[in-house]
T-cell receptor, first 117, second 114 residues
């Protein structure tokens, strides 16, 4: 089974509107972390926001917030007031505490967001 | 702040040639990783290291070798390049302190095997 599932290959949003990018995950660990990264067309990976499995409040970072629903195993990224510069590929990723200790990230396949003027 | 630096940024190889991708980080991070990114598949872990002198296999290690002789450097080698290894390669590093520490990525190496 896929550990991270992003079901929206592409999304369009009008400038200044809010958009939600979906992410569901699968893990048997009680302790884990969820990350969102942005990859603009230039190719670099930019860390946006983090949510820990024990965090009771949803994470927020500026215009980014994470809608964390633990029972549903979902960690959706919400971007408020979209800007043209938000056009990029967005990846959801998970780090699990258990197992090998490698603390590597498992990535979803990404969602390409295009912000239209 | 340099962060994570990858060299080269682009490379074209012929099938069967060998090469080494270099990754250097200046954040004193314990953990380092090599990922590959293919269209529609996100990033997949090739090899990783949890400290100087240690390496281990990730999800897609075949055809690659790695070395971590110094804490700040993590090298990825292709002994005999194959067209299936055409990809964008990312190096990343992170502190061992806690799950919340994000991985810091280099800008990637775009590798084409003809």
């Amino acid at each position: 089974a896929q550990k991270i599932t992003q079901t929206q290959p592409g999304m369009f949003v009008q400038e200044k509107e809010a958009v939600t990018l979906d992410c569901t995950y699968d893990t048997s660990d009680q302790s884990y972390g969820l990350f969102w990264y942005k990859q603009p067309s230039s190719g670099e990976m930019i860390f946006l926001i983090y949510q820990g499995s024990y965090d009771e409040q949803n994470a927020t970072e500026g215009r980014y917030s994470l809608n964390f629903q633990k029972a549903r195993k979902s960690a959706n990224l919400v971007i408020s007031a979209s800007q043209l510069g938000d056009s990029a590929m967005y990846f959801c990723a998970m780090r699990e505490a258990g197992g090998t200790g490698r603390r590597a990230l498992t990535f979803g396949s990404g969602t390409r967001l295009q912000v239209q003027p | 702040n340099a962060g994570v630096t990858q060299t080269p940024k682009f490379r074209v190889l012929k099938t069967g040639q060998s090469m080494t991708l270099l990754c250097a980080q200046d954040m004193n991070h314990e953990y380092m990783y090599w990922y590959r990114q293919d269209p529609g598949m996100g990033l997949r872990l090739i090899h990783y290291s949890v400290g100087e002198g240690t390496t281990a296999k990730g999800e897609v290690p075949d055809g690659y070798n790695v070395s971590r002789l110094k804490k700040q450097n993590f090298l990825l080698g292709l002994e005999s390049a194959a067209p299936s290894q055409t990809s964008v390669y990312f190096c990343a590093s992170s502190s061992f302190q806690g799950l919340h520490q994000p991985q810091h990525f280099g800008d990637g190496t775009r590798l084409s095997i003809l």
